[in-house]
């Protein structure tokens, strides 16, 4: 190997190997987890995915709204076709139901049922166990430091996107 390409290798390893991008790495990988693990624990015991009860979420944070299928891929980042192909697995399994919105036709509004607001209960509890589990016991008196930079994080991207 030629002289300046062990250099462009070597400069390659460092930036691979750097702390920060490890440290990037690890958040990612421990978030990665944490879903898979609520995942998984919400399959077993609730027969939904975790991505339904973040649509549950949404659905019960104010008392009877509905809530349209573009505000909720906005929220969940997902395209309007996968949340379209979601809200219909949903339904199928009486979860949800579509309402069309009676201030504009082209808004489709999705609201609970009853089946949806008592697995969404059952699946909350299932939620915050893993939660407090993984993600606030093991970090104890840092948990409000560690939020706390998570929400700052959150706010210089959400300021540099806007």
């Not at 139901?97 to 609201?111: F, T």
């Not at 609970?112 to 893993?130: C, K, N, S």
């Not at 970090?139 to 706390?148: F, I, K, M, Q």
């Amino acid at each position: 190997m030629n002289p300046a390409a062990r250099q462009g290798d070597d400069a390659a390893a460092r930036a691979a190997n750097s702390q920060l991008v490890r440290d990037f790495g690890l958040l990612i990988k421990s978030a990665t987890r944490l879903e898979q693990s609520i995942d998984t624990a919400l399959r077993r015991e609730c027969g939904i995915s975790h991505t339904m009860l973040e649509v549950l979420i949404r659905l019960h944070r104010q008392p009877g709204e509905r809530v349209s299928q573009r505000r909720l891929a906005d929220d969940l980042t997902l395209t309007s076709g996968g949340t379209t192909r979601l809200i219909d697995r949903m339904e199928d399994v009486g979860l949800v139901h579509r309402v069309p919105s009676s201030k504009d036709r082209r808004v489709v509004l999705v609201a609970p049922t009853d089946e949806g607001r008592a697995v969404f209960l059952r699946a909350a509890t299932v939620h915050a166990r893993i939660l407090e589990e993984y993600f606030v016991r093991p970090v104890a008196g840092d948990y409000p430091r560690l939020t706390s930079a998570l929400s700052e994080i959150h706010k210089a991207l959400r300021e540099d996107a806007g």
